[in-house]
């Protein structure tokens, strides 16, 4: 089993990026009303993904607003509504994920492409202002991004995410399915919707 620790995640993610992939600008302010898209993940080949909750969403959670910092309103909102930031880099460009940890991830600059849910699982794109919460146990894993992209990552109070490669043991499968989580949601609040997608 192999773990190590998300700060064991220092290099630079630029030299890995496609140049002029993509094009778009930059979002800032909280969108007022913030609907996320849902997407419930089987367990895939060695990856668990979360046996209840969904992965969520959010499309330009966070709308432009000239002259702001979108990475320091991101970590200010997550903050403030209970999912503390604890880095800035980017996503790993290799199938993994947590198993003591639930995931916020702010796309704060950029674009990138993902997939979730293990290998041959659902790809997905973020633009810059969109948001995607993942449950423990949820395989991602880069594809490619914008040479510009910056993630903002941050997790429910008191956990610091471990990284699986491996299948998990029966024990890691029952922290997963128990690990607790804020009951707020990360984008809006107490109001939002996390709560109501996630105790169902």
Same mark, same amino acid.
């Given at each position: 089993? *192999? *773990?190590?620790?998300?700060?064991?995640?220092?290099?630079?993610?630029?030299?890995? @990026? /496609?140049?002029?992939?993509?094009?778009?600008?930059?979002?800032?302010?909280?969108?007022?009303?913030?609907?996320?898209?849902? !997407?419930?993940?089987?367990?895939?080949?060695?990856?668990?993904?979360?046996? +209840?909750?969904?992965?969520?969403?959010?499309?330009?959670?966070?709308? &432009?607003?000239?002259?702001? #910092? +979108?990475?320091?309103?991101?970590?200010? @909102?997550?903050?403030?509504? %209970?999912? $503390?930031?604890?880095?800035?880099?980017? =996503?790993?460009?290799?199938?993994?994920? &947590?198993?003591?940890?639930?995931?916020?991830? %702010? =796309?704060?600059?950029?674009?990138?492409? /993902?997939? !979730?849910?293990? $290998?041959?699982? *659902?790809?997905?794109?973020?633009?810059?202002?969109?948001?995607? /919460?993942?449950? @423990?146990?949820?395989?991602?894993?880069? =594809?490619?991004?914008?040479? #510009?992209?910056?993630?903002?990552?941050?997790?429910?109070?008191?956990?610091?995410?471990?990284?699986?490669?491996?299948? $998990?043991? $029966?024990?890691?499968?029952?922290? =997963?399915?128990?690990?607790?989580?804020?009951?707020?949601?990360?984008?809006?609040?107490?109001?939002?919707?996390?709560?109501?997608?996630? &105790?169902?």
């Amino acid at each position: 089993m *192999k *773990k190590t620790t998300r700060r064991d995640f220092t290099a630079a993610v630029g030299a890995s @990026a /496609v140049l002029g992939m993509f094009a778009g600008g930059t979002r800032a302010a909280v969108a007022a009303s913030t609907s996320p898209a849902v !997407l419930h993940l089987a367990p895939n080949d060695w990856v668990p993904n979360h046996p +209840t909750l969904p992965v969520l969403h959010y499309r330009a959670a966070f709308v &432009h607003e000239g002259g702001t #910092d +979108t990475a320091a309103r991101m970590e200010a @909102a997550f903050a403030r509504h %209970g999912w $503390p930031p604890q880095w800035r880099n980017g =996503i790993y460009d290799y199938h993994h994920y &947590h198993s003591n940890a639930h995931e916020v991830l %702010g =796309i704060a600059r950029g674009e990138v492409r /993902v997939m !979730l849910g293990g $290998p041959d699982g *659902k790809e997905v794109s973020a633009t810059a202002g969109d948001v995607l /919460v993942l449950p @423990a146990g949820t395989g991602h894993c880069r =594809i490619v991004a914008s040479a #510009d992209y910056l993630v903002i990552g941050a997790y429910p109070p008191g956990q610091q995410a471990d990284l699986c490669r491996t299948a $998990p043991t $029966p024990a890691m499968l029952q922290q =997963i399915r128990s690990l607790p989580f804020p009951a707020t949601d990360p984008v809006s609040g107490a109001d939002g919707p996390l709560p109501r997608l996630w &105790h169902a």
